[in-house]
């Protein structure tokens, strides 16, 4: 059975989001005519290093952003990294476990061979990696990105290469 044309925008989809934390690590100062010549403009004052805590409203608290370092740690690139790397895992048991069913693929261990198993080994790695990267941005790694892509990058390998001897 061939994927279906959701299943490979989906792994598409993947290495796309895969490439724009690499894209905001890599991206080059703006030139000073760029930004109209606001280059030499004084900075604002320092931040305050206590983090403000909102007031208790009726009954919930609203809990401040972790931040390091004045950055703020789960922000937009993390979100897209982790989607990425969930994504590409469910997209891989999803195609590996068709393959399996219909007998083509034959190199996955006997106790990989449900999809529970698959999802149970799949997604713990998945949030290990999280975790991992969540320290590595909070320490101040400029490469906090590098595990979730080498894991985003090997399941989209895996999920193309079942999809591929799904048809034959």
């Avoid at 897209?80 to 693929?105: I, P, Y």
Wanted: net charge positive.
């Amino acid at each position: 059975m061939k994927p279906s044309r959701t299943q490979l925008l989906l792994l598409i989809a993947c290495l796309f989001l895969l490439a724009a934390p690499v894209l905001a690590q890599t991206s080059a100062m703006p030139s000073e005519a760029e930004v109209g010549g606001k280059l030499d403009a004084p900075l604002p004052d320092a931040p305050n290093p206590e983090p403000r805590v909102p007031p208790p409203s009726a009954g919930w608290a609203v809990r401040p952003t972790p931040t390091a370092g004045g950055m703020q740690i789960a922000d937009k690139e993390f979100v897209v990294a982790t989607g990425a790397l969930f994504g590409s895992s469910v997209a891989n048991v999803e195609l590996t476990h068709r393959c399996l069913e219909n007998g083509e693929c034959s190199l996955v261990p006997r106790a990989l061979v449900r999809r529970r198993a698959l999802y149970g080994v799949g997604l713990p790695a998945d949030a290990g990696i999280t975790v991992l990267g969540y320290y590595l941005k909070r320490s101040g790694r400029k490469w906090w990105f590098v595990p979730a892509a080498i894991v985003t990058a090997g399941n989209t390998i895996y999920g193309i290469h079942a999809a591929q001897h799904m048809g034959r």
